[in-house]
C-alpha cells in the first residue's frame, strides 16, 4: 500500500491529509502556535487511524508551513546581526527611498528586521563587474568577529547575516567571512547573501538574507523536532517541505534556506489548482484560497501557476507595493490579505466596517469558538447569517455558539453603526467580498489580465462560502468547487514536484551579446538546480539517473533604462552567435503579452537569468464537462443571506456526499460537507462533474424556476 501525508499548517488550522493508494482521509485540528508539531501529531494520528493505516508503513511526509512568515510579521526570530560593505549599513532602512504612498505626509515607512546597533560594517568593496575594489582584509575581519562573539550571553547572537557589496557576482569575501565566524563561533547560524538570493539590488537581497538568518535558529529547530517526533510516533520515511516555488525539498536544504518556505502553504494550494484545471483542460484559471487567517488569489494559466523572483512580506498598506518586506526568492506568485475567516471585524473613525489584517486565530479563535475570543470575526458574520451552521460545521471540538458571534457582532460592529447583528454580519460580509474583488482586480491587471475571462476554483475552508459572490462582483461566469477544498493546499502537497529553482544576477546586452559566459553562467545554475533535486530524489530510495527531469530557464530582460524587467522563456539549447538576436526577439514579444507593444529603437538588456529542475508532474486524467442530467430539490431548507439580493431567504440545503453526477443543484441554496461549505446565491446553479467537482455557473430564470425530483 502507498501511504503518503501532507501537512500544513496554517493561522488557524492545521490540516492533515493521508493517501492511500489514491483514496484519501482528512482533518482539521486547531493550530497549536506553541508547538506547531503538536498538531501536525494529532492530525497524523487521526488520519491514520481512519484509514486503518501504520505509520511504519509510511512512504512520504510533505510539510508546509507558515511558521517563518509568522515569525517575520511578529518580529519573534533569533537575536540576529548583519554584516555588509562599509557605507551601507543603513541599506535596509533607507530601503530604495521610495515612497509607496506618494501624497502621504505622515508616511511611515517599515520598520528594518535588523535595528542599527546590530548592524555592522567591513571596508571590502566588490565591484559590479566583479573587480575588487578593496581587499578583504583578515585582520579586519578578526577583530570583527571578535566583537561579534565577546557579547554577554543575554546579548549573545543566535544568527549573523552577511550581505557584501555586488556578492552576487564574487562571493568570495561572504565565503571567507563566513569561515572566520565559524571558526570563532561555530554554533552561530550563519547565512550568506551569494547563497540566499545571488541577484542583484542591495536592498532587496539584503533583506533576504536577514530575514533568512532572522528565521534560520526557529524553523531549523522546528523541522528537527517535527522529524523526532514523527519518528517516536512510528514513522521512518522521508519529511520534505514544499517551498514557495511549488517545488518539495529536503528538511536540511529547509534548515539552510528557511526563507524559502515563506509562501508554503499557499504554494501548496496554487499546486492544487493546477491539477483541477489540467484535469478539466483549462487554461486560464484564477484560484482564491480563503483560509482562517488569509486569502489569496493566483493566476494560472496553461495549467502553470504565475511565478515571480521577489515578492513583499507583512505589507503595512493593503495592495500597496513598497510598504512591506521585500523578499527576493523564486515564488508562486500571488495576492494576499487578510481576509480569513479569523479576521477581525472593526470601526474605523469614519464609521466604516473594517476586516483584517488582524485575526483571532486558533488562540482565542473567533468569539463562536466558545475557546476566550471576543471580537467579532468573519466566521461569527457568516454564522450569523446562516451560511455555516453549529449541525454541520466540521471542526473537532469545536460547537458554533450563534449567541455569542451576535453578542460580538453587535458591541463592536453594530452598536457603533446602529445595526443589529443581522445588518452588521452582512456589512462584514460584503466588506470582505468587497476586499477580495477589489485584490483579484488589481492582481489581474498588474499582470495584464481581464479576470472575468477566468475560471474560479475555490478551496481553503472559508472559499467556497464566498466565492459566488466573488464571481458575481467580478463577473466571472464560472466556479469550479473540488473535492476535499477544505483541504486544498495540503492535498496539492501530495501533487507536487522535486524542484528547484537557482538564479542570478549577470547583466547581458543583446548588441554585444557574450553567448559563451551565458552558457558557462546557465550551466552552473543548472548544476546547482539539478544537485538539490536529484539528492531529494536519492532520499527515496530512487535512482535519480532513472527519473527524468524538466529543465526551465528564464532570462529577466527590459529596455536600457527601464527599471524592472519581464520574465522571457529561454530553451534549452545552448545560445550561439546569433543567441543576442533571438533573446530581443524573445523579449519583443513577451514585452507586447504584457503591455500591449513593444517600443522600437531602444537597446535591450538581460539582467537575471533563472533555472528550474524538476522531476514530471504526474499525469492526470482528463474529465470531460457534465451537463446537468436531474435536478435535486432537497427537504431541508434554512434561513441564509443571500449577498447577490441582499434579503434573507430559505435555501435549500444538501449533503455534498448525495450529490450524484449530473445532479444540479438551483441557488440559493448551501452544500454542506465536512471541512468547508459551499454558497450559492439565488442567481447560481451548480452541477456535480465526474471527478467530484461542483460546477457553479449562472443559472437562468426558466431553470430557477423549474422543479425536479428530490434527492434521496
Not at 447583528?421 to 492582481?443: I, L, W
Request: proline share 4%.
Amino acid at each position: 500500500m502507498s501511504l503518503r501525508i501532507g501537512a500544513d499548517v496554517g493561522g488557524t488550522f492545521t490540516d492533515v491529509v493521508l493517501e492511500a493508494d489514491g483514496e484519501l482521509f482528512s482533518t482539521k485540528v486547531l493550530t497549536t502556535y506553541d508547538a506547531p508539531e503538536r498538531g501536525i501529531l494529532d492530525g497524523v494520528a487521526t488520519v491514520a487511524a481512519e484509514a486503518g493505516a501504520d505509520l511504519a508503513d509510511l512512504d512520504t511526509f510533505i510539510h508546509g508551513t507558515t511558521l517563518a512568515t509568522n515569525a517575520l510579521i511578529g518580529r519573534t526570530g533569533a537575536r540576529t546581526a548583519l554584516v555588509t560593505t562599509e557605507g551601507f549599513r543603513d541599506t535596509i532602512e533607507m530601503r530604495t527611498e521610495s515612497r509607496f504612498e506618494q501624497y502621504d505626509l505622515n508616511l511611515v515607512l517599515p520598520t528594518p528586521l535588523i535595528e542599527r546597533k546590530d548592524r555592522h560594517v567591513l571596508r571590502e568593496r566588490i565591484g559590479a563587474d566583479g573587480t575588487v575594489l578593496r581587499t578583504f582584509d583578515e585582520g579586519e575581519a578578526r577583530a570583527l568577529v571578535d566583537v561579534l562573539a565577546d557579547r554577554p550571553a543575554e546579548d549573545a547572537y543566535e544568527s549573523i547575516a552577511v550581505g557584501f557589496l555586488h556578492a552576487y557576482v564574487d562571493g568570495s569575501h561572504e565565503r571567507r567571512f563566513r569561515d572566520l565566524l565559524l571558526e570563532r563561533m561555530p554554533d552561530v547560524a550563519v547565512s550568506i547573501s551569494s547563497e540566499v538570493s545571488p541577484q542583484m539590488r542591495e536592498f532587496e537581497r539584503f533583506n533576504t538574507v536577514c530575514a533568512n538568518a532572522y528565521v534560520q535558529p526557529l524553523m531549523a529547530t522546528y523541522l528537527r523536532r517535527l522529524a523526532d517526533e514523527l519518528q517516536a510516533s512510528g514513522a521512518r520515511c522521508p519529511v520534505y517541505l514544499i517551498h514557495s516555488g511549488g517545488g518539495l525539498m529536503g528538511v536540511d536544504a529547509a534548515a539552510r534556506f528557511p526563507v524559502r518556505l515563506v509562501e508554503s502553504g499557499p504554494a501548496g494550494g496554487a499546486i492544487f489548482a493546477a491539477d483541477i484545471a489540467a484535469r478539466h483542460g483549462l487554461d486560464r484559471v484564477v484560484s482564491y484560497d480563503m483560509g482562517g487567517t488569509t486569502a489569496k488569489v493566483c493566476l494560472i494559466e496553461d495549467q502553470t501557476p504565475r511565478t515571480a523572483k521577489t515578492f513583499e512580506v507583512a505589507r503595512t498598506h493593503r495592495f500597496t507595493r513598497g510598504s512591506g518586506m521585500p523578499i527576493s526568492i523564486p515564488v508562486i506568485e500571488m495576492i494576499e490579505i487578510g481576509a480569513g475567516g479569523g479576521s477581525i471585524a472593526t470601526v474605523d473613525g469614519l464609521g466604516q466596517i473594517r476586516v483584517g489584517p488582524l485575526s483571532a486565530g486558533s488562540e482565542p479563535g473567533p468569539a463562536s469558538y466558545g475557546l476566550g475570543g471576543t471580537e467579532p470575526t468573519v466566521t461569527d458574520a457568516n454564522l450569523v447569517l446562516g451560511r455555516l451552521s453549529a449541525d454541520t460545521f466540521g471542526a473537532p471540538g469545536i460547537d458554533l455558539d450563534d449567541a455569542a458571534a451576535r453578542t460580538a457582532l453587535t458591541d463592536s460592529v453594530g452598536s457603533p453603526l446602529g445595526l443589529d447583528a443581522e445588518t452588521a454580519a452582512a456589512g462584514v460580509a460584503e466588506v470582505v467580498d468587497e476586499n477580495m474583488a477589489n485584490a483579484a482586480r488589481v492582481h489581474a491587471v498588474e499582470n495584464g489580465k481581464d479576470v472575468a475571462a477566468f475560471t474560479m476554483i475555490a478551496f481553503g475552508g472559508g472559499a467556497p462560502i464566498h466565492a459566488g459572490r466573488l464571481c458575481e462582483k467580478l463577473d466571472v461566469d464560472e466556479l469550479l468547487v473540488p473535492p476535499g477544498a477544505g483541504v486544498g493546499s495540503a492535498i496539492g502537497f501530495l501533487r507536487a514536484p522535486f524542484a528547484y529553482e537557482a538564479l542570478r544576477s549577470h547583466h547581458a546586452t543583446v548588441d554585444h551579446f557574450d553567448h559563451d559566459a551565458v552558457n558557462r553562467m546557465l550551466g552552473e545554475l543548472a548544476d546547482e538546480a539539478r544537485t538539490f533535486v536529484t539528492e531529494a530524489v536519492a532520499s527515496t530510495g530512487a535512482d535519480p539517473s532513472d527519473v527524468p527531469l524538466e529543465v526551465e530557464r528564464w532570462a529577466y530582460m527590459r529596455y536600457a533604462g527601464q527599471g524592472w524587467e519581464i520574465p522571457v522563456p529561454v530553451d534549452d539549447s545552448p545560445f550561439d552567435l546569433m543567441g543576442g538576436e533571438l533573446l530581443a526577439n524573445r523579449f519583443e514579444k513577451a514585452y507586447e503579452e504584457f503591455f500591449g507593444r513593444a517600443i522600437s529603437g531602444l537597446a535591450v538588456e538581460a539582467i537575471g537569468w533563472s533555472v528550474r529542475v524538476a522531476t514530471p508532474r504526474p499525469a492526470v486524467e482528463r474529465v470531460e464537462r457534465v451537463d446537468a442530467v436531474r435536478d435535486v430539490v432537497g427537504d431541508r431548507r434554512r434561513a441564509v443571506h443571500d449577498p447577490s439580493t441582499g434579503d434573507t431567504v430559505e435555501a435549500t440545503v444538501v449533503e455534498r456526499d448525495d450529490l450524484s453526477v449530473g445532479d444540479r443543484l438551483v441557488g440559493p441554496a448551501v452544500v454542506v460537507e465536512t471541512q468547508t461549505t459551499t454558497i450559492l446565491t439565488a442567481r447560481q446553479q451548480a452541477v456535480m462533474q465526474a471527478d467530484g467537482c461542483l460546477l457553479v455557473t449562472r443559472s437562468e430564470s426558466d431553470e430557477a424556476a423549474t422543479g425536479g425530483e428530490v434527492a434521496s
